[in-house]
């Protein structure tokens, strides 16, 4: 039903900047969340940023100061602008979508991945 299409991977220079972006396209759910995660080689997957319904945010440690976490003008869009980038951020990033179907059932969704690559 939920499909998620991811943009804006790439590679960069240590201190770079990209911006991800993620759309999902679908009916008769109501989203509750949006956000990414990240996976590198031989790590776990892990959480990146997180936006709710009501534009409340949480990002990693990691991340703090650093990326942002928004939704488009289109609530079913959300974009991760990621600035002073590190060697350590390179990954796979994941786009994840969290919604209600018929008012009371979760379900959990999950982009292809785009590669970002940090070059020191």
């Known amino acids: 039903q939920v499909q998620l299409v991811e943009s804006g991977g790439g590679l960069v220079q240590a201190g770079g900047s990209l911006r991800l972006s993620c759309a999902a396209s679908?009916?008769?759910?109501?989203?509750?969340?949006m956000g990414w995660y990240r996976q590198a080689p031989g790590k776990q997957r892990e959480l990146v940023a997180v936006?709710?319904?009501?534009?409340?945010?949480n990002y990693a440690d990691s991340v703090k100061g650093r990326f942002t976490i928004s939704r488009g003008n289109a609530k079913n869009t959300v974009h991760l602008q990621m600035n002073s980038l590190k060697p350590e951020d390179t990954a796979v990033y994941y786009c994840?979508?969290?919604?209600?179907?018929?008012?009371?059932?979760?379900?959990?969704?999950w982009g292809q991945g785009t590669q970002v690559t940090v070059s020191s």
């Open positions: 679908g009916s008769g759910f109501t989203i509750n969340a």
């Open positions: 936006i709710t319904l009501g534009d409340g945010t």
């Open positions: 994840n979508l969290r919604s209600t179907w018929a008012g009371r059932y979760e379900s959990t969704y």
